[in-house]
């Protein structure tokens, strides 16, 4: 029996915490860091024994899949901060480049045809391994839809390089979904917000396994 990838969570905001909280449900042993060292130490008391706090610098080196669940802009700048750590390391972006805008909601701050996901992979450190996961469902469905019963709801993907396929289906079992990739990191703005793979964009709500095999998708089902 294989030994799972080391996962760790950095950032606990929205998306973080809720991401650490299903691991540690699915019985994966994870990492979580914060800029605040206080805040990822309080959460894993919170969640137990599986989860273990770690500065960043220490979490980076001592996981094989970083989850930098951070602000798009922020990720950016943790690239450069970072980048010798992250050398060789499957990183995993789950982030929407958006901002609130002034009527209440929120608007796009990359070009209309941009994606976060071509952006960041354009920046990768050295060697390092490129997921769009874990962001195409908002933050309350992230936490509600989880190990739902008795059809797993969706969550996609998308990667250039197939050879952490595996590795990323695995994170988003263990997260309570089924991973369905829709190809290579140039998709990734159909599940991010707007677009037609997102719960905020067209397709509007959580799919099941065998919803999604109706939908227009790369050969990846």
Do not use: C
């Not at 019963?149 to 595996?166: G, H, M």
Request: charged share 20%; no cysteine; proline share 3%.
């Amino acid at each position: 029996m294989s030994t799972k990838s080391k996962v760790a969570v950095i950032g606990l905001g929205n998306i973080g915490s809720i991401v650490a909280s299903n691991l540690v449900k699915g019985n994966r042993s994870i990492i979580v860091a914060d800029r605040t060292f206080d805040k990822a130490k309080n959460y894993a008391e919170e969640l137990g024994s599986l989860a273990e706090p770690q500065e960043i610098a220490d979490a980076i080196q001592n996981a094989d899949i970083i989850v930098l669940a951070l602000w798009f802009n922020t990720i950016q700048e943790f690239f450069g901060t970072y980048a010798t750590a992250l050398q060789n390391k499957i990183i995993v972006d789950p982030s929407n480049p958006i901002a609130p805008d002034e009527n209440g909601g929120f608007k796009k701050i990359i070009g209309e045809h941009e994606s976060a996901g071509q952006i960041l992979s354009s920046l990768l450190p050295k060697g390092a391994k490129l997921a769009k996961a874990l962001g195409s469902l908002g933050a309350g469905s992230l936490a509600d839809a989880a190990f739902r019963q008795p059809e797993k709801a969706v969550l996609f993907y998308a990667t250039d390089d197939t050879s952490i396929n595996v590795k990323i289906e695995e994170l988003i079992h263990d997260n309570g979904f089924e991973p369905v990739r829709i190809g290579k990191i140039e998709e990734s703005i159909r599940m991010e917000v707007f677009g037609d793979l997102h719960e905020f964009g067209a397709l509007a709500k959580t799919i099941t396994l065998s919803e999604a095999s109706n939908l227009s998708l790369e050969s990846s089902l």
